[in-house]
T-cell receptor
């Protein structure tokens, strides 16, 4: 079984500051993938970034980077230079890798609010 | 990224009726799609895995006779909520994984309200 823990129910951050959203996970699978999604109030799930458990380097996508520490089982999302439009729910998720036949297990999410 | 389209985005139905939700992959073929449910202020919970040409696989605690899933083609999966009750009111969202499975894209979601 897989488990995702997000310990920050809500965060307030000043615009233009960097923000780190915490995510720890637990799994017995030898190979797995970690995902981050943004969910604005409209409800859509916007894919942000992916990290494979065997990837040597931390994933980056524009202002998003994933701080992957395998030994600590953590996969924190870092958003640089936050913007007002970053205000949303953020979900960390994971899945076993191997062809995409498995659904994702989600954490409870972090509600991020960017203040001007 | 790949596009997954879900319809309708909102639906209100009377208790006891059935509602069908469609999930389409627009620019890729999806042999497997996933259906999730999200209650207000909660996380997404996987309901079932939809397999093209075969029966869906349901997660523990999900009633397969209430939530009928059909995946008749490589680009379309449907979820039918049968004999809907107010407690079925929720946000339903579908997903498909692309390529080697490292990417998972979601539809826009369907907000179901049963009155």
């Amino acid at each position: 079984a897989q488990k995702i823990t997000q310990t920050q129910p809500g965060m307030f951050v000043q615009e233009k500051e960097a923000v780190t959203l915490d995510c720890t996970y637990d799994t017995s699978d030898p190979s797995y993938g970690l995902f981050w999604y943004k969910q604005p109030s409209s409800g859509e799930m916007i894919f942000l970034i992916y990290q494979g458990s065997y990837d040597q380097q931390n994933a980056t996508e524009g202002r998003y980077s994933l701080n992957f520490q395998k030994a600590r089982k953590s996969a924190n999302l870092v958003i640089s230079a936050s913007q007002l439009g970053d205000s949303a729910m953020y979900f960390c998720a994971m899945s076993p890798t191997g062809g995409g036949a498995d659904g994702l297990t989600f954490g409870k999410g972090t509600h991020l609010i960017i203040q001007p | 990224g790949a596009v997954v389209s879900q319809h309708p985005s909102r639906v209100i139905c009377k208790s006891g009726t059935s509602v069908k939700i469609e999930c389409r992959s627009l620019d890729f073929q999806a042999t497997t799609m996933f259906w999730y449910r999200q209650f207000p202020k909660q996380s997404l919970m996987l309901m079932a895995t939809s397999n093209e040409g075969s029966k869906a696989t349901y997660e523990q605690g999900v009633e397969k006779d209430k939530f009928l899933i059909n995946h008749a083609s490589l680009t379309l999966s449907t979820l039918t909520v049968t004999s809907a009750h107010p407690e079925d009111s929720s946000f339903y969202i579908c997903s498909a994984r692309v390529g080697s499975g490292s990417l998972a894209f979601f539809g826009q979601g369907t907000r179901l309200t049963v009155v």
